[in-house]
């Protein structure tokens, strides 16, 4: 039989095919843990895939990705499950569920380390603390390294480090005709820059470099007060933030302090205002950076000290399980105004349940340090993004907790920059894709149209190929 009879045959593929090529595991509707695996993070979404594909290692994803290609199925990535809209699954899709693939390799020598993309934050924080080094990444230790990466990068570390995409020296990724290439500022340049904030629109990220920094023991916690003090304290942090040195870090919080014993049971279930700190570098010297607030107004609640980086990284874990209801809005901002915060004073006040809160995350200070062009993250000029999540554990309360989240974006829209990170969005469509990524869109479209023509990584905020 000869070569061109065998190619001539047409390809039949069935998911018994598939099964036998993948290392991993393959779950399927039929099998019994399919429900309980097919759930993400945010317990809002209800997808049903044609099947899961638990990857061990690159040659399973490539096994996955032609496999998908050649039926003609929908694919979706799934790292940490976190995304906000539940991209990580798809219904009738094939699901490549990166979470075996927990690789890392410390190079002390060089001052970095490669992880692969099933990792979550706590397992890279594991390894490098032990070095007193991390990689600037989020604020929750259960989130996926690849898609918080992927949107950019933001959390405690901002300011001092810049996003995750400014530490990212490589990537490892499967293109959508099965290839493995490495993509850094050398090789592939382009498609370098796409990812570095252009989410998964491109291909699967089975491995990152990283470039690691000093941050091990720090000055951080929470710092409460009550809602009637939000506009003083408000104030005083805009100015503040934009004019302290890169190693002090806080984001401000609109919150109901939740009723668990980690907090004074007076203040259980009160809406207050507060202060996220993650300061690096000599303790005493910043508690004079931290005093200002205490002299500005007294906490009634101050829990700043000082604890290892990988402890503040997974503080606030506990409160925020996996499986409950999510609505999340986002918006960068450059100035807040009297009037901005008199706005978001008043949807604070009505925060429909104990879990809804807003964060103001600082993006100033090394975030500042790249301009708009020199990677796909396109507000670089920014001072902060927002994120406004509505959460409850009640599927009960959706509409409540969707409702407040629309309207108080709604009513910060004419103090914000027109766009909002990637990853703090849901399935909005594209004209809030085209707003996220601004004049960087056209470029993005390129190159999505050079590495994937046919728009095979799709389940995301898609790049449309015009």
């Known amino acids: 039989m000869t070569m061109e009879t065998v190619s001539a045959y047409p390809k039949i593929r069935t998911f018994d095919n598939l099964k036998s090529q993948l290392y991993g595991q393959l779950v399927l509707p039929q099998d019994e843990e399919f429900d309980k695996v097919r759930q ?18 690159v040659a399973d994803v490539i096994a996955s990705v032609n496999f998908a290609r050649d039926q003609n199925l929908t694919l979706a990535i799934r790292s940490g499950g976190h995304n906000a809209a539940g991209f990580g699954v798809w219904d009738d899709s094939l699901v490549v569920d990166l979470s075996n693939m927990k690789g890392i390799r410390m190079d002390l020598e060089n001052n970095t380390v490669r992880v692969e993309g099933g990792c979550l934050l706590k397992d890279i924080e594991h390894v490098t603390q032990a070095f007193g080094k991390a990689v600037p990444t989020g604020i929750f230790s259960t989130t996926g390294i690849a898609g918080l990466t992927l949107g950019g990068g933001i959390g405690h570390l901002s300011r001092a480090y810049g996003l995750s995409v400014d ?53 951080g916690g929470p710092m409460f007060w009550h809602l009637e003090d939000a506009e003083e304290i408000m104030r005083y942090y805009r100015d503040f933030i934009l004019s302290v040195p890169n190693h002090i870090y806080c984001y401000f919080a609109f919150l109901t302090v939740p009723p668990v014993d980690l907090f004074p049971e007076e203040l259980h279930l009160k809406k207050m205002c507060g202060l996220l700190w993650c300061n690096l570098g000599d303790l005493e ?124 974006w709604d009513g910060i829209q004419p103090y914000s920059m027109g766009g909002g990170y990637v990853n703090f969005m849901m399935d909005e469509g594209l004209e809030k894709v085209k707003a996220t990524y601004g004049k960087n869109y056209d470029k993005l479209a390129k190159v999505k149209r050079k590495y994937d023509p046919d728009n095979f990584f799709r389940v995301n905020q898609n790049i449309k190929i015009t």
């Not at 996996?322 to 978001?344: C, R, T």
């Not at 604070?348 to 990677?375: I, Q, R, W």
């Open 167 to 219: 530490n990212l020296l490589e990537v490892d990724m499967v293109l959508s005709d099965g290839n493995l290439v490495t993509a850094s500022e050398k090789d592939f340049p382009d498609l370098f820059w796409a990812i570095r904030g252009g989410g998964g629109n491109f291909g699967i990220i089975t491995s990152f470099l990283f470039k690691l920094n000093d941050a091990g023991l720090v000055q």
């Open 285 to 408: 010297d910043n508690d004079r950076y931290v005093q200002q607030f205490r002299d500005l107004k007294t906490p009634a609640l101050d829990y700043v000290g000082a604890m290892p980086y990988q402890q503040l990284q997974s503080l606030f874990d506990p409160l925020y399980p996996p499986g409950m209801q999510w609505y999340w809005k986002g918006a960068f901002i450059k100035e807040l105004s009297d009037e901005a915060i008199q706005e978001n004073i008043k949807h604070a006040k009505l925060m429909p349940t104990a879990n809804s809160t807003t964060h103001f995350y600082p993006v100033n200070g090394a975030c500042h340090k790249k301009s708009n062009e020199d990677t796909a993250w396109a507000y670089r000029n920014a001072n902060w993004s927002q994120v406004i999540v509505g959460v409850g554990p009640d599927p009960e309360n959706k509409e409540i907790i969707t409702d407040w989240a629309k309207n108080y």
């Open 40 to 57: 993400v993070y945010n317990g809002m979404i209800d997808k049903k895939p044609a099947g899961i594909a638990y990857c061990r290692n």
